[in-house]
C-alpha cells in the first residue's frame, strides 16, 4: 500500500496514537471474510466484521463479530436491552455511517452508536477490522479497539469459537 494512501479509519488511529498495521488487498464482491483472512494470512477467528442494526425502540447498535461466527439477533438485543433487533438495509449503511458494504468500520462513524463485540476478542492478542474502505484493513490489539471505540464485550453469536 501506498503510503500516501490512508483512510479515514488510519487517520484517526495516527491521531490518538494508537499503533496498528494496515493491510489491503484486491477486492472481489464475491468476497468472504474466511477468504479476506486467508489473504491476511491470519486465523479468521482474528477478523472481525462490523454489522449495524436497528432495535425495535428505533435506536442503532453495532456489533463486531468474527468472520467466522453469526450475529445472533436475540443475543445481540438482550445485550442492547432492547426487544428485538434487525439488520440494517444495506441502502441506509452509507447514509447512517458513512460507510459502504464491505468497507464498514467500528471506528470513525459518522455518529457514535452504542458498539458490542464479541467475547472471544478476550482470547486473541490482535484484531483485524476493516479500515473503512473496501480492500484496507487495519490490525491493533483488541484493547485499543475496544478503548477507542467504547464497546462492550458480549456473547452475541449463535455459537462460541
Do not use: W
Not at 18 to 47: C, N, R
Not at 96 to 122: D, N, Q, R
Amino acid at each position: 500500500m501506498k503510503k500516501e494512501e490512508k483512510t479515514n479509519v488510519m487517520r484517526i488511529l495516527d491521531g490518538k496514537k494508537i499503533p496498528y498495521e494496515s493491510h489491503s488487498y484486491e477486492p472481489d464482491a464475491t468476497m468472504s471474510g474466511e477468504e479476506i483472512a486467508g489473504i491476511l494470512g491470519e486465523d479468521a477467528s482474528k477478523v472481525f466484521t462490523t454489522l449495524v442494526t436497528q432495535g425495535k425502540s428505533g435506536a442503532y447498535y453495532v456489533f463486531v463479530v468474527p468472520v467466522v461466527e453469526e450475529l445472533d439477533l436475540k443475543k445481540a438485543a438482550k445485550a442492547a436491552g432492547e426487544k428485538a433487533i434487525s439488520m440494517i438495509k444495506q441502502k441506509e449503511l452509507l447514509p447512517l455511517t458513512g460507510y459502504v458494504h464491505g468497507g464498514c468500520s467500528p471506528v470513525g462513524m459518522k455518529k457514535a452508536f452504542p458498539t458490542f463485540i464479541h467475547e472471544t476478542v478476550k482470547q486473541i492478542d490482535k484484531i483485524f477490522v476493516s479500515a473503512g474502505r473496501v480492500g484496507f484493513q487495519i490490525e491493533l490489539s483488541p484493547e485499543d479497539l475496544i478503548s477507542l471505540v467504547g464497546c462492550k464485550v458480549a456473547d452475541i453469536t449463535a455459537c462460541n469459537l
